[in-house]
């Protein structure tokens, strides 16, 4: 898994493995912005497969959907 919580690193935000991208900062990038997975992956400089983790991630642990 490349979703990981420390409380050191961006105050315990979920962040993907070895980084300080938050999975917050991606769900809003894809959404919000109407960037692709690849788009997303480019501006992070993570992996795509990354990118889709953390929008599975996202979309598992929010309660309400996300408005774009």
């Given at each position: 898994m490349?979703?990981?919580?420390?409380?050191?690193?961006?105050?315990g935000?979920?962040?993907?493995?070895?980084t300080r991208v938050?999975?917050?900062?991606?769900?809003?990038?894809?959404y919000?912005?109407g960037?692709s997975?690849?788009?997303?992956?480019?501006?992070f400089?993570?992996?795509k497969?990354?990118v889709?983790?953390?929008?599975r991630?996202?979309?598992?642990?929010?309660s309400?959907?996300?408005?774009?």
């Amino acid at each position: 898994m490349a979703i990981v919580r420390k409380k050191e690193i961006r105050s315990g935000k979920p962040i993907i493995k070895g980084t300080r991208v938050a999975v917050e900062d991606i769900s809003e990038t894809f959404y919000k912005l109407g960037r692709s997975v690849k788009e997303v992956s480019n501006d992070f400089n993570i992996t795509k497969e990354e990118v889709e983790e953390a929008l599975r991630y996202s979309k598992s642990n929010q309660s309400e959907p996300i408005k774009a």
